[in-house]
Each structure stands twice: as structure tokens, then as C-alpha cells.
């Protein structure tokens, strides 16, 4: 059981919205520490979609936006495409912990 | 632009070794610790181990601490990952992955990923 919980799956149509929620406590989000988004498309390398809570790296759209409260974070994408179709991943230091932070478990994302 | 090209995976029995390769181009390698991070069949991201950038300093996760060891060769531009003693639990691919500043999260750049199996 990963210490960031995110839901297994979401699906949308094309130019919905949806959101994918990281659920984590008060040794990790909770505690203020930054939460980052990955993308991973089946055979690309992973990439980096959001940093810092809401922060988007070069190059990747706005489409895609974050947002952290309390002990949680979000992810949401809007206008869905059919190339959002990937696993998605939250990310964070953790204060209990070593290492270079938690994952949280992955949301699979289903363009319907 | 960077890249980050694994080598090295395939398939090996239990007990036995693979060496995993990396080999950094695009930024100065010498300036950002690097990691390994994994993804086994049907489970999430797993870090593995993280190298500082003179290589004086690794980690591990428990999962493969005295098993595992973290290299560079900052001549080379390329770390590795020694993995001695597989399992079949640590079939995956494995990612080699940058630093977004130093030793500082986020991970900004991933390879792809080379893939390993431990089976008998």
C-alpha cells in the first residue's frame, strides 16, 4: 500500500474534464512539502508534468494544472485528448521517511 | 536536450546479477545526483537508490539495500546499478532518473527504461 493513495483508475470522454486526486498525511503533503505529477506513456520515458503543486515545466500543456490542500493534491486535466491516455503518478517528499521521497500508487486514465 | 539511455536489462535466474548502464547526455552530468527508480508489472514507482554527485554518497531502499549498488563514472557521463542476489520480486523496468537541481526533487528527466526479468 503506497503512503500517497491515489484512485487505480479514471476515465473521460474527449474534451472533458477529470481530475486524479493524491491523498497523502501530515509526514508528507500535510507537512507542506511540494507534490510533483508524472505522466508515463506506454514506451516513452515518463515526463515531468507538474512541480512544485502547480507548476509546469516547459513544454507541457495548460491543459494540465495541479493544486495541493491540507493533505491533498490534484491533478486535473482539461479537454481531455485521446493522447492523455497514460498512468499518472503523485509525488512527494515524505518526513518519516528516506530516500528521495514517495509515489503514490498510479491512476490509470482512460480516454473513452 | 537531455537524454537518458538505460542499457543492460534482461533476463537473469534468481541469485543471479545484472549491471544496468545510463549514459547522460544534453546537461553537466557532474552538477545533479542521479537515481533509479522502478516499475514492476502491475505495481507503481518504486525508487531504488540515489547517488550524490561525487558518488561519495548512496541510498538505498530497504528492498534492496546489501544487494544493490550505485555507481558513477563521471568521466563517462554514466551511472550504473550493480544488482546482485535478483529476485523474482525485482522484475521491472528499471529508470534511470535526473535531479531536477542537485539533490533536489523533482525528478525532471527519465529514461525509458530497461527492462528486467527474474524468473527460473
Known amino acids: 500500500q503506497s503512503v500517497l493513495t491515489q484512485p487505480p483508475s479514471v476515465s473521460g470522454a474527449p474534451g472533458q474534464r477529470v481530475t486524479i486526486s493524491c491523498t497523502g498525511s501530515s509526514s508528507n503533503i500535510g507537512a507542506g512539502y511540494n507534490v510533483y505529477w508524472y505522466q508515463l506513456l506506454p514506451g516513452t520515458a515518463p515526463r515531468l508534468l507538474i512541480h512544485d503543486n502547480n507548476n509546469r515545466p516547459s513544454g507541457v500543456p495548460d491543459r494540465f494544472s495541479g493544486s495541493r490542500s491540507g493533505t491533498s493534491a490534484s491533478l486535473a486535466i482539461t479537454g481531455l485528448q485521446a493522447e492523455d491516455e497514460a498512468d499518472y503518478y503523485c509525488h512527494s517528499y515524505d518526513s518519516s521517511l528516506s530516500g528521495p521521497g514517495v509515489f503514490g500508487g498510479g491512476t490509470k486514465l482512460t480516454v473513452l | 536536450e537531455v537524454q537518458l539511455l538505460e542499457s543492460g536489462g534482461g533476463s537473469v535466474q534468481p541469485g543471479g546479477s545484472l549491471r544496468l548502464s545510463c549514459a547522460a547526455s544534453?546537461?553537466?552530468?557532474?552538477?545533479?545526483?542521479m537515481s533509479w527508480v522502478r516499475r514492476a508489472p502491475g505495481k507503481g514507482l518504486e525508487w531504488v537508490s540515489v547517488?550524490?554527485?561525487?558518488?561519495?554518497?548512496?541510498y538505498y531502499a530497504d528492498s534492496v539495500k546489501g544487494r544493490f549498488t550505485i555507481s558513477r563514472d563521471n568521466s563517462m557521463n554514466t551511472v550504473y546499478l550493480q544488482m546482485n542476489s535478483l529476485r523474482v520480486e525485482d522484475t521491472a523496468v528499471y529508470f534511470c532518473?535526473?535531479?531536477?537541481?542537485?539533490?533536489?526533487?523533482?525528478?525532471?528527466?527519465w529514461g525509458q527504461g530497461t527492462l528486467v526479468t527474474v524468473s527460473s
Open positions: 532518473v535526473k535531479f531536477a537541481e542537485g539533490y533536489l526533487l523533482p525528478f525532471d528527466y
Open positions: 544534453g546537461f553537466t552530468f557532474t552538477n545533479y545526483a
Open positions: 547517488i550524490s554527485v561525487s558518488g561519495t554518497n548512496t
